[in-house]
C-alpha cells in the first residue's frame, strides 16, 4: 500500500453502519457528568499553508471536553455534513444505514457549566489521525472528561475530512493539495527507506536513512510544523479561556498541567509537540508512525508514552526513530488491537479486517485505551501514583515491551 493512501486516512477503513442497530458509547466512568463547547481560533499571522490563496489565514475549531454538571442538552455525535463528507471520502454507497446517527448517545451536555467546587483540573490537548473527523475519537474524550480533565481536541483543518465551526459551518479538506503532494516519487522513496528499517542493518544506519527521507521535501516533515503550531494554538486558548472573567472556564484550568496525545499523525505531531513547546510536560502517541526530523534519536527530557496496536507496523519505523528515546520514554502494546481501534470505529463496525480493527471487545477496547492514558496522566499530572501493576493485571492485553 503507497503512504499517500495511508496518509490520506491512516485507519484505512469502510464504515457498514448497517452491521449494528443503533449502536451506543460506553459510558464514562468516572465521578463527573461531561460537558461540551466548542470554539474557533482564528490565526491572523499564520498564512494558510493548506491552500493556494495568499489571503487565508489559520483557522481552527476546538472541541472542549470537561467535568459539568449534569444539565444541558445532550451533544451529538456528529454533524451530518461533517459524516457525509467522511462518507463519500470512504466511498459508501447510499445504502448504508445511518439512521442510528440520530440516536447515538455521547453522554456529554452541551454547554453545561463546568461542576461546582472542582479545583484547577490539567488540561489535556488531542490531535486526531490524518483526514479522520475529531468526532471519532469521542468515546477517549468522554472518559478522560468524567475522571476530572479539561481535553481540548483541536481539529486539523483542510487536513480532516471535514471540521464542524462553533457557526454550524462545515470546511472540508482540500484533497487536491495533499494527493499533489504525494507523487510517485515520494512514495518510492518512502518505500525504499521502510525496505531498509525492516532490514538486518543496525539501528545508526536505520536512523540515518529516515532522517535522510525526512530532512528532504518529505511532506510529513513539513506538516510536523503546521500540527504541532496548531497544538500550540489550542494551548493559547486554553491559557486566554482560564484568564477570561466573563468566560465559562475562569480558573478552572491548571495551565500549568498540560499533557497531549494524538492518534497516528496526531500522535506523531504530537511528539513533536512536546519537544517544541515547553508548556506540555508530558505526551502520547497512540499507535502513530512517528514522523519529523527532530524526534529521530531524541532523548527524551519529560515523560513519553508510545502506546501501539497488535500488529506488525509501525514497529520497524518507530524503533528505528525511538531506539536512543531514553529513561522517559515507555512503550506499550495492546494485543488484539488494530489502527483503527483507537477510534470509536470498533464500536460501530465489530471486528473487520477492512476495518482494519482487532479482536478486542469494542466496549473493553475502549476503556483498555482509556485507563492507559489516565493512569499515565494521572501519575504525571495529578502526582497520583502510577498503578501499571493493577491496570496489567486488569488488562493482560496490554504489555510493557
Not at 486516512?9 to 457528568?33: D, I, K, M, Y
Not at 471519532?136 to 486539523?156: C, D, E, K, P
Not at 526513530?321 to 464500536?347: R, W
Request: net charge positive.
Amino acid at each position: 500500500m503507497c503512504l499517500r493512501s495511508i496518509i490520506l486516512f491512516a485507519q484505512t477503513c469502510t464504515l457498514l453502519f448497517s452491521q449494528f442497530l443503533f449502536p451506543q458509547l460506553p459510558e464514562p466512568s468516572g465521578l463527573h457528568c461531561v460537558g461540551k463547547m466548542k470554539f474557533q481560533i482564528n490565526i491572523g499571522d499564520r498564512p494558510e499553508q493548506y491552500t493556494e490563496s495568499p489571503s487565508d489565514f489559520r483557522k481552527l475549531a476546538v472541541d472542549v471536553w470537561y467535568p459539568s454538571t449534569c444539565n444541558g442538552d445532550a451533544a451529538r455525535y456528529m454533524h451530518p455534513k461533517v459524516f457525509q463528507a467522511y462518507k463519500a471520502s470512504r466511498k459508501l454507497g447510499d445504502s448504508v444505514d445511518i439512521s442510528f446517527m440520530q440516536q447515538l448517545k455521547t453522554h456529554a451536555h452541551l454547554n453545561a457549566k463546568v461542576v461546582p467546587g472542582l479545583p484547577a483540573a490539567p488540561v489535556l490537548v488531542f490531535s486526531h489521525g490524518s483526514s479522520t473527523p475529531v468526532e471519532l475519537y469521542t468515546s477517549f474524550m468522554l472518559q478522560l472528561a468524567s475522571h476530572g480533565y479539561f481535553v481540548f481536541a483541536v481539529s486539523h483543518t483542510y487536513n480532516s475530512i471535514a471540521v464542524e465551526f462553533p457557526d454550524g459551518s462545515v470546511v472540508t479538506a482540500n484533497r487536491t493539495y495533499f494527493d499533489k503532494r504525494w507523487t510517485d516519487a515520494i512514495n518510492t522513496g518512502w518505500e525504499d527507506m521502510m525496505t531498509f528499517v525492516k532490514s538486518g542493518a543496525d539501528l545508526e544506519a536505520k536512523r540515518a536513512k529516515v532522517q535522510t527521507l525526512y530532512g528532504s521535501d518529505f511532506p510529513a516533515s513539513g506538516d510536523m510544523k503546521i500540527w504541532p503550531a496548531d497544538i500550540a494554538s489550542a494551548i493559547d486558548l486554553a491559557i486566554t479561556l482560564n484568564k477570561d472573567r466573563a468566560g465559562p472556564f475562569h480558573k478552572r484550568l491548571n495551565t500549568r498541567k498540560i499533557g497531549g496525545f494524538g492518534h497516528s499523525y496526531g500522535g506523531s505531531a504530537m511528539a513533536n509537540a512536546l519537544i517544541s513547546d515547553s508548556r506540555i510536560k508530558v505526551a502520547v502517541n497512540l499507535d502513530g508512525w512517528q514522523f519529523g526530523p527532530v524526534v529521530i534519536g531524541h532523548r527524551f527530557k519529560k515523560p513519553f508514552l508510545y502506546v501501539r496496536g497488535g500488529y506488525p507496523q509501525p514497529d520497524a519505523l518507530n524503533t528505528a526513530v525511538y531506539s536512543l528515546a531514553g529513561p522517559k520514554f515507555k512503550q506499550l502494546k495492546i494485543i488484539g488491537t488494530g489502527h483503527s481501534d483507537f477510534t470509536d470505529l470498533p464500536l460501530f463496525s465489530g471486528k473487520d479486517n477492512i476495518f482494519n480493527t482487532g479482536e478486542l471487545h469494542p466496549t473493553r477496547n475502549t476503556y483498555v485505551i482509556s485507563d492507559i492514558l489516565l493512569t499515565f496522566f494521572d501519575a504525571h499530572l495529578k502526582r497520583k501514583k502510577a498503578t501499571w501493576s493493577s491496570l496489567l493485571r486488569n488488562y493482560p492485553e496490554a504489555q510493557f515491551e
